[in-house]
């Protein structure tokens, strides 16, 4: 159901951009210095593909005066990948799911039925049993009226994403410590199951790093967080076997890996959200984009006050695996026989240099976060 979210989300803005962006494009707005054609203040850094307005950003692109540009290109992308020619055997059963889920809910409406519904009583599951996917003309024509409407419905909408299960990460969980208990009793630790494992052999900081830390450090790692929820979000949680493309997001939104500083908290959050308008690929939504920041607090709140520092040990922890995963493939050249997962058209070209020093930059956040534990006590 991952792979399914994502391509009903993210590929929508994904396809707009990829299929019809120039890559001089940018440089040629850049020299006529435009403005934005929604706000009037901004510079106009992008055009709209159908319309050939200037904005200059998601938020433009989403406003009021371009609804309706926008929401018939999402339709539209919708459709194509609902149609589409490459549809897996798994993203079929999918399907098969979302269909069922609708056949469910029209079950309990009281609305008519029309009179050529009278296959509703069999399970869709069963009509469309042995059924190739990819003809979507069979397929539509095994759909009740009922159906055919409601999923009409749902695109017109946009509410394709409701039939399916919202995803949670493991860091929303937070845990609330008694104020008094006894000595001995048991520590209530349930949130560590879900979490990714942390580094076991985290240096000491005063190890590897002499003189007094630099404040800017702590806001450092707030824009990499941003950048790691970002990356987690945006695979749905299913990210195992996408190593490159997960690293190459974080890449593209944490500048603080590329020795950028920040001197406040808020900065360094938005300055990340805000990479991801330079990556248009990446775009979901304002509310995406919302999340994603209430998910950094979340982190470096941590589950509970006893141990407020767990979950971005094990979010930076999970971030150097990645890192690591993605340099073995770079290095044994085991990632050009890869192929580009739902997410992606094609596979990134990283760095292996890069990749190196990003990864001992993760460290040097891991041993810093792990003596400073009481850094973000005041968000």
């Not at 692109?61 to 897996?88: M, P, T, W």
């Amino acid at each position: 159901m991952h792979k399914m979210a994502r391509k009903l989300s993210s590929f929508k803005v994904y396809y707009c951009f990829r299929k019809q962006w120039h890559p001089n494009l940018l440089e040629q707005i850049l020299e006529m210095s435009r403005n934005c054609g929604f706000c009037t203040t901004g510079d106009g850094a992008f055009t709209c593909p159908r319309c050939n307005k200037d904005y200059c950003g998601l938020k433009c692109y989403q406003s009021i005066n371009h609804q309706r540009c926008s929401e018939d290109f999402y339709k539209e992308c919708v459709k194509a990948e609902l149609v589409g020619d490459n549809l897996s055997d798994e993203s079929k059963a999918r399907m098969h799911q979302i269909l069922q889920r609708m056949a469910n809910s029209g079950e309990e409406s009281d609305s008519d039925i029309d009179s050529d519904d009278d296959d509703d009583d069999i399970d869709l599951a069963e009509r469309l049993k042995g059924i190739d996917l990819e003809d979507t003309e069979t397929v539509w024509n095994l759909l009740s009226s009922q159906e055919r409407r409601e999923f009409n419905q749902l695109l017109e909408k946009g509410d394709v994403t409701n039939l399916l299960p919202e995803y949670t990460p493991w860091w929303i969980n937070r845990y609330e410590c008694p104020k008094i208990q006894e000595l001995d009793a048991p520590r209530n630790e349930d949130y560590k199951k879900s979490c990714p494992a942390i580094w076991e052999n985290i240096p000491k900081f005063h190890e590897i790093f002499s003189g007094k830390p630099s404040q800017f450090i702590q806001y450092g790692v707030l824009n990499l967080v941003y950048a790691f929820a970002y990356a987690v979000r945006f695979h749905y949680g299913d990210y195992s076997n996408c190593s490159l493309e997960f690293v190459h997001i974080v890449q593209s939104l944490a500048n603080s890996l590329k020795g950028v500083n920040y001197d406040l908290a808020d900065t360094a959050v938005e300055a990340a959200a805000s990479a991801v308008n330079l990556n248009p690929h990446l775009a979901v939504s304002l509310e995406f984009s919302r999340s994603v920041k209430k998910d950094v607090y979340q982190i470096v709140k941590g589950p509970c006050e006893d141990d407020n520092q767990y979950y971005l040990s094990a979010c930076l922890s999970e971030l150097r695996e990645q890192y690591k995963s993605a340099i073995k493939l770079v290095k044994s050249g085991n990632s050009r026989n890869q192929k580009p997962s739902r997410f992606a058209q094609k596979l990134p070209d990283l760095d292996p240099k890069l990749l190196k020093v990003q990864l001992k930059k993760i460290e040097f956040y891991l041993s810093w976060a792990a003596e400073n534990k009481t850094a973000f006590s005041d968000m």
